[in-house]
């Protein structure tokens, strides 16, 4: 089998060192020493296209910038790339969320995927004036995604369910093809919806064993609604010449963090009602009680599967760390068990981008695990970092 990878912008800003942020953290904690501007995301996912990936994750949150806007601004400095947008159900209509993206699928042919975010933090989503519970949320996210998938099959929808209520909803142009729905969750809620609409389930990087669970909960799921799904894995990634060198890059990155930073990360990461947000929390957790977590190796949950991005960075909090061969061999173990797509990131997201493409990317084409086409790409930009 061959995989697709993806890559990750980060568009609250970027660091050399960890960037808080993520899954449930507050607006505006989040922030780096680069700026978050078109251009510097445009060097990122030029970068990514001229190492042929498929995709370019693009969050949302409280925390970041609107996925949507970024995406559409970003489809211009691209020629191949696609956009894997993030999104929150019930935010806005559903009529409308199927608009936008006919609309961006229509004026980028196959660049638009969806991100489907039901929202774990209940804080957050009552910001933006949604006051469901969790299980509410999927079960709108439920409706929610039947009645665009209808739209954008040519139907004309009538709907009046428990969350949503639209009637005569038809799209002018219902898109060509049909954006892929990638949906994550770990709740038991989350399985059913994954399998009814998702076409990719997502898993944050946990052990192998624990994900290789996760895909057989999912694809029995789908089994009883007559459907098959691929399933993606978000995993930041160190990935250097030696073993030696990658270590030491996250010892580099665990030394400029505090105690009490660390404490309050925690803090605010423990109000999470995400499953799997709960789940990245306990990889690492005896290992910070008992102090340990300044040395990187102690965090090293599995074979090349470091914990450590989670101490203080909310959703994804483990990287893949090791030498180019190492890091390829885990993306083979994981392709294993049933994996086909990849979402990295690393800091700075730039220069990872260019260890991992000129280091495990020829890897994995020689070993048959990737075999995306080589195309032309505009040239790559990098900014001073300095610059605003």
Not at 70 to 82: G, K, M, P
Not at 122 to 132: K, N, T, V
């Amino acid at each position: 089998m061959t995989v697709k990878l993806h890559w990750f912008l980060p568009t609250y800003g970027d660091s050399r060192l960890i960037v808080g942020g993520g899954h449930g953290t507050p607006a505006g904690s989040a922030s780096g020493d680069r700026d978050a501007s078109i251009d510097y995301l445009a060097s990122i996912v030029r970068a990514a296209e001229r190492f042929d990936f498929t995709g370019a994750l693009i969050p949302t949150g409280a925390w970041c910038e609107d996925a949507f806007i970024t995406a559409a601004l970003l489809a211009r400095e691209t020629t191949s790339l696609a956009f894997l947008v993030a999104f929150r159900p019930g935010l806005v209509s559903p009529t409308l969320s199927a608009q936008m993206a006919a609309t961006f699928a229509r004026h980028a042919p196959g660049r638009i995927l969806l991100n489907v975010v039901v929202g774990g933090e209940a804080h957050e989503q009552r910001s933006f004036g949604d006051h469901l519970d969790k299980d509410a949320r999927y079960h709108r996210a439920d409706e929610f995604l039947d009645v665009v998938r209808r739209l954008w099959a040519g139907e004309t929808v009538t709907r009046k369910g428990t969350h949503i209520d639209v009637e005569e909803a038809a799209l002018a142009l219902p898109p060509n093809p049909i954006p892929p729905l990638y949906f994550g969750g770990s709740s038991q809620a989350a399985g059913p919806v994954a399998a009814r609409h998702a076409d990719v389930y997502l898993t944050w990087g946990e052990p192998p064993a624990a994900v290789a669970e996760k895909i057989a909960w999912i694809r029995a799921e789908a089994e009883k609604e007559g459907r098959k799904l691929r399933f993606g894995i978000r995993l930041h990634t160190i990935s250097r010449d030696t073993s030696a060198e990658a270590w030491a890059q996250a010892d580099k990155l665990i030394a400029a963090l505090d105690e009490e930073t660390v404490a309050a990360a925690q803090a605010g990461l423990a109000r999470s009602q995400s499953e799997g947000q709960k789940r990245m929390l306990a990889l690492h957790e005896s290992n910070r009680f008992n102090g340990t977590w300044s040395d990187a190796r102690s965090l090293e949950i599995a074979p090349n599967l470091w914990s450590g991005v989670g101490l203080v960075r909310g959703g994804a909090g483990t990287a893949l760390v090791g030498s180019h061969t190492e890091v390829a061999e885990r993306i083979a173990e994981y392709a294993a068990i049933g994996i086909d797509e990849f979402i990295f990131s690393g800091y700075p997201h730039l220069e990872e981008l260019f260890w991992f493409g000129e280091g495990v990317v020829p890897i994995l084409r020689r070993r048959g695990l990737f075999n995306s086409g080589s195309h032309e790409a505009p040239s790559v930009a990098i900014p001073f970092v300095g610059a605003r």
